[in-house]
């Protein structure tokens, strides 16, 4: 899992790329699907307890800001 969003955020970042992103409409059109595919495969390997953890940070963060 690492290493495949090491991976999708190298494509994201680096400026070779499979379609230019020069190209108007379509540029980014590449990266915001191996984005979104890395981001689902993600979400394939989350397990209630991580988003009960990430819940429960957001809420003390979220508490910290409020006071």
């Not at 379609?19 to 209630?48: C, E, N, Q, R, Y």
Request: proline share 4%; no cysteine; net charge neutral.
């Amino acid at each position: 899992v690492r290493a495949l969003l090491m991976a999708a955020l190298a494509y994201f970042v680096l400026p070779i790329d499979a379609v230019p992103d020069l190209l108007v409409g379509i540029g980014f059109a590449d990266d915001a699907t191996v984005l979104m595919t890395a981001l689902s495969m993600l979400g394939a390997h989350l397990k209630p307890a991580h988003r009960e953890a990430a819940r429960r940070a957001l809420l003390k963060e979220t508490s910290r800001e409020t006071a």
